[in-house]
């Protein structure tokens, strides 16, 4: 093995990487020592900014295969062909707590995949809840403000046990059935390898034919899932606040990986204003009785990361990541994160953050996007617009036919007409057992406890 020799950031060979020069060993040190500057100067800036939600996460590598073609209802290449393995990448994540925040508060879970396709990357980035609190992304600044510490005195660091959540829910209705989930034992997860994952939003496949059927995605763990109670979570949030990271790494480590199963429900547009509820409103299920659960393809998670910060602290996921053959629905919630997701990644990351390696696409990426801060391909030539006369990149034919809805209406500022906040929350609360009848009141209780303000209590 050839032993490495350390150097500077330039190359220049370091003798001695412990003492700062000076003159004398007692003296000052001096401003030439381009070696302690560089040192510290990156010291300085090795910390990016966390993300507003989702900020502490644990990731893995593996691969995903479909069972079968689905060439009947998407043309994605991904799902095709079921003797190829496509390599992806997973973060899961709590969303309230900073970087620094306990694994097993009460929480919902991000569950984001990176697929790297032929085609570009593809980003199913979900929870391991299937609804929100919200249906508007208008509202998205409003739930995060009212999650987090409130502005005063920056308490609680990763709880809803204050007045800001409990005001804000208690006027927002169609969060009803969200809390149905988190004050269960299903906001304190026993392991990242037990959890389900959903895409929450509504989505479109788009065939070959020009066919599209609407879809919601379902991961199912291989194991089960498994949940602590109140009690175990809150000891276990002080005595390992990295517990689920760590169980995950351990887990991976041993030659334990982790599985999880892609199902869908599909539901033909046609049968959209069909229903009781709006199926674009991800405050809603589906009920699985009238659009069951279909198995697509498993995902295996069996490598640990080389380094965190490079390939999990800036991985940088997107629901407007996008492969032909799958396109975004109507829902308000999932037009908004497009946006969103991306425009955080350029504040996080830089304008080039595609071009770093845990978010580089293996399909070639060729356009006239130039420059910006970091900017790392060398471009050749002199054409950098299109089109031109001179060569550069050319579009490409459609591949298959569009689908193309037709849409028409007056510009509004309005909710949805099928709003029904209580009828699923009421439902999903009569189906859970009698622990979980007990568990969740008593939850809402003490969360709200440590509210100051009894009318909002």
Same mark, same amino acid.
Not at 215 to 228: A, D, M, R, S, T
Not at 285 to 296: A, H, I
């Given at each position: 093995m050839v ?59 593996g ?13 994605a290449?991904?799902l ?18 900073g970087?620094?925040?306990a ?69 927002t ?6 809390l ?30 020009g ?13 089960g899932? /498994?949940? =602590? #109670?109140?009690?175990?979570? %809150?000891?276990?949030?002080? +005595? @390992?606040?990295?517990? *689920?990271?760590?169980?995950?790494w ?11 199963e ?12 069909? /229903?009781? =509820? #709006?199926?674009l409103?991800p %405050?809603?299920?589906?009920? +699985? @009785?009238?659009?069951? *659960?279909?198995?697509v ?8 990361p ?14 407007a ?5 799958i ?39 060729t ?6 801060a ?20 050319k579009?490409?034919p ?14 509004v ?5 099928k709003?029904?906040d ?16 007990y568990?969740?009141?008593s ?9 100051e303000?009894?009318?909002i209590?």
């Amino acid at each position: 093995m050839v032993e490495e020799i350390m150097t500077t950031d330039q190359g220049y060979p370091i003798t001695n990487d412990d003492s700062s020069l000076t003159v004398g060993n007692r003296g000052p040190t001096l401003l030439q020592d381009f070696q302690f500057i560089e040192k510290i100067a990156h010291f300085d800036r090795e910390r990016i900014p966390e993300r507003v939600v989702h900020a502490k996460g644990a990731g893995a590598l593996g691969s995903f295969q479909v069972y079968k073609s689905m060439a009947n209802y998407t043309r994605a290449k991904l799902l095709q062909d079921p003797n190829k393995q496509t390599p992806v990448f997973v973060r899961f994540s709590t969303v309230a707590g900073g970087r620094g925040s306990a694994d097993t508060v009460r929480d919902v879970r991000g569950f984001a995949v990176k697929f790297y396709t032929e085609e570009g990357n593809y980003d199913l980035v979900g929870n391991d809840i299937p609804v929100f609190f919200i249906r508007d992304a208008m509202k998205f600044p409003d739930l995060v403000h009212s999650i987090k510490a409130e502005p005063h005195n920056n308490i609680p660091s990763s709880s809803t046990g204050h007045n800001n959540f409990w005001d804000f829910v208690s006027l927002t209705p169609e969060s009803t059935h969200m809390l149905t989930w988190v004050f269960s034992d299903r906001g304190t997860p026993a392991s990242y390898r037990m959890i389900e994952g959903f895409g929450v939003n509504t989505y479109k496949w788009v065939s070959q034919d020009g066919g599209a059927v609407y879809v919601k995605y379902h991961w199912k763990p291989k194991l089960g899932v /498994q949940n =602590f #109670d109140r009690q175990t979570a %809150t000891r276990i949030a002080g +005595e @390992d606040p990295d517990y *689920l990271t760590r169980d995950l790494w351990e887990a991976i480590a041993r030659g334990e990986f982790v599985e999880f199963e892609l199902n869908v429900q599909m539901m033909d547009i046609s049968e959209e204003m069909n /229903q009781i =509820f #709006d199926p674009l409103d991800p %405050t809603k299920t589906w009920p +699985e @009785d009238k659009f069951p *659960l279909m198995p697509v393809g498993k995902m295996v998670l069996n490598r640990n990361p080389d380094n965190f910060f490079t390939q999990v602290e800036q991985a940088a996921f997107c629901p407007a990541n996008l492969v032909p053959g799958i396109e975004f629905s109507d829902d308000k919630l999932l037009q908004g994160r497009t946006f969103s997701y991306v425009d955080t990644q350029r504040y996080r990351l830089g304008a080039n953050f595609h071009e770093l390696p845990t978010n580089k696409p293996i399909a070639p990426v060729t356009n006239n996007q130039r420059d910006g801060a970091m900017q790392c391909q060398v471009f050749k030539g002199s054409v950098n617009f299109g089109s031109s006369s001179q060569g550069g990149p050319k579009t490409v034919p459609q591949e298959g036919k569009p689908y193309k809805p037709y849409i028409q209406g007056n510009i509004v500022r309005e909710k949805i007409n099928k709003t029904d906040d209580f009828t699923q929350a009421g439902e999903r609360y009569r189906s859970l057992n009698r622990t979980a009848h007990y568990v969740i009141p008593s939850t809402y209780d003490y969360q709200i406890c440590f509210g100051e303000d009894p009318d909002i209590a």
